[in-house]
């Protein structure tokens, strides 16, 4: 290695160092509680009964390569990709709940929020996918975690609920600041194993969550909701004491009706398909598209592996998520949207692409809507070129 890379290695780790002990004192300060805590006792027992439990923490479905942490900090402060976050600003549909106080007629709605917050109204069940109505997706005030816009409907216009189901741990799934209002309601949480010692250190108290392994299912509002595999990882401690410490997963909705998938966080793997098989075929699936490069490939599945997941569990419309909120990784804002809907086209997927805060009724044939701009830096009010694959 030459002297000028190992000088620039030294200095990475310095700044990386720097950084972490500052985001420390000012998470202290602010809010400890947010990193939340680890399991204990009786559920601690139960989690290390899991097929997935291994060697004092849960196993992927695959094994995965680690990006390593400095190749990954060389490279995020390296990064020149621009428009990584909108110029002007996203406006989203404002949203009330008057708007969900009738049931859809179809019997299935889904409301996209930003990036993975959905709400999914099936069969009569009104259900909440991993909310976040905080302004950071970090435990502290940290500028680049800040969302591009302010949430479509208040927290306090939510509809009824039959359950709030949770993915996994990561600071954009799992949202101290919304968790906490959700604790003063009477809310049921779903959640994989070990996230419940979050829920509780927050307030939830024990009895209004509930915990599940892969496959592991329950009723809730008339509906089934099973928990499924998926490839990714889990952790809220900045120093990585707590990876891999609870569950991560999917989610299918299954009603008398309908049903549909969302995939939580995960990377590609052969377990998408017998989802398919044994709970498919879906109205909707909900993927994740954003977030993504080579050294994540084993975490995140990314645009074209999104379409070809969704073709896997047997999906009739995919609506794609975790994009268009936050700013978490190295490709522009609108990239992620822009390579599904090509990929889409190229492999015959029918693509709802709603603007933040839009509903969307499969039996309505939604058609991909152009909300963004054809190129990130297009000012807001000037007429967008739609590309040939709308």
């Known amino acids: 290695m030459g002297r000028g890379r190992r000088i620039l290695r030294w200095a990475l780790w310095l700044l990386a160092a720097l950084t972490v002990g500052l985001a420390l004192l000012g998470f202290t300060a602010a809010n400890l509680s947010a990193v939340g805590t680890r399991a204990e006792g009786a559920r601690l027992a139960r989690m290390e009964r899991s097929p997935q439990w291994s060697d004092g923490q849960f196993q992927d479905v695959l094994p995965r390569v680690e990006p390593d942490l400095l190749a990954t900090l060389e490279r995020w402060l390296s990064d020149e990709t621009a428009h990584r976050r909108p110029e002007p600003p996203i406006v989203p549909v404002k949203r009330s709940r008057a708007d969900f106080a009738a049931p859809p007629a179809s019997g299935l709605r889904v409301t996209w929020l930003g990036h993975s917050t959905l709400l999914v109204e099936l069969d009569g069940a009104t259900l909440l996918l991993d909310p976040v109505w905080g302004e950071y997706v970090a435990p502290f005030a940290y500028e680049d975690a800040r969302r591009f816009y302010p949430p479509p409907l208040a927290f306090g216009e939510l509809p009824e609920l039959d359950g709030v189901l949770i993915s996994h741990d990561h600071y954009d799934h799992l949202d101290y600041p919304t968790v906490v209002d959700l604790a003063r309601t009477e809310v049921r949480f779903f959640v994989p194993l070990g996230v419940g010692a979050h829920l509780e250190h927050w307030g939830v108290p024990g009895d209004r969550i ?6 592991g299912e329950v009723e809730a509002g008339g509906v089934r909701l099973v928990m499924t595999p998926a490839r990714h990882f889990s952790g809220r401690s900045l120093l990585l004491t707590d990876r891999d410490c609870t569950l991560w997963a999917g989610w299918a909705i299954v009603g008398p009706e309908h049903r549909v998938f969302y995939s939580g966080d995960t990377a590609m793997f052969p377990g998408l398909a017998e989802i398919g098989r044994r709970l498919g075929p879906f109205d909707v699936t909900m993927i ?11 975490v995140h ?3 074209e592996q999104a379409v070809d997941a969704h073709r896997m569990l047997q999906g009739e419309l995919m609506i794609p998520v975790h994009w268009g909120l936050f700013d978490l990784a190295m490709h522009s804002w609108t990239e992620p949207i822009e390579r599904v809907l090509s990929a889409a086209r190229r492999r015959g997927v029918r693509v709802a692409s709603p603007r933040p805060g839009e509903s969307v009724e499969p039996v309505e044939r939604p058609e991909p809507k152009r909300w963004w701009p054809q190129r990130p830096w297009q000012r807001a009010d000037e007429a967008p070129v739609v590309s040939s694959h709308l």
């Not at 509930?210 to 496959?215: A, R």
């Not at 994740?288 to 084993?298: M, P, R, S």
């Open 210 to 215: 509930t915990e599940l392994d892969w496959w």
């Open 288 to 298: 994740e598209v954003g977030a993504y490069n080579q050294l994540w490939a084993d």
């Open 301 to 303: 599945l990314g645009p």
